[in-house]
């Protein structure tokens, strides 16, 4: 069974900095693709950024720059680091895993930027 834990978010002033982390367990295959999505209150889930087993890296557009993403073989970890943070960054991380379309989802970590 995989199992997909974050952790790592929390409370943040805007312009500040926050690293999230998502441990896979379980029946992990190589030629994965892991990544972070959000979920901001009131809107879609949406990509922030995804990896493949290569190191092949993906943002969206608005969030390259700031947000970069990066994985531990050894740990079965990815990693968010998010910086210079905005209030609109104020969502629920989720981390993903894709195994030739077997989809495995977190159960989500929340960012929130406010001062």
């Known amino acids: 069974q995989v199992q997909l834990v974050e952790s790592g978010g929390g409370l943040v002033q805007p312009g500040g900095s926050l690293r999230v982390s998502c441990v896979a367990s379980?029946?992990?295959?190589?030629?994965?693709?892991m990544g972070w999505y959000r979920q901001a209150p009131g809107k879609e889930r949406e990509l922030v950024a995804s990896?493949?087993?290569?190191?092949?890296?993906k943002y969206t557009d608005p969030l390259k720059g700031r947000f970069t993403i990066s994985r531990d073989y050894g740990k079965n970890t990815i990693y968010l680091q998010m910086n210079s943070l905005k209030p609109e960054d104020t969502a629920v991380y989720y981390c993903?895993?894709?195994?030739?379309?077997?989809?495995?989802w977190g159960q989500g970590t929340r960012v929130t930027v406010s001062s």
């Open positions: 379980g029946s992990i295959f190589r030629n994965n693709v």
């Open positions: 990896i493949t087993w290569t190191g092949i890296t």
């Open positions: 993903k895993l894709d195994v030739g379309g077997q989809i495995y």
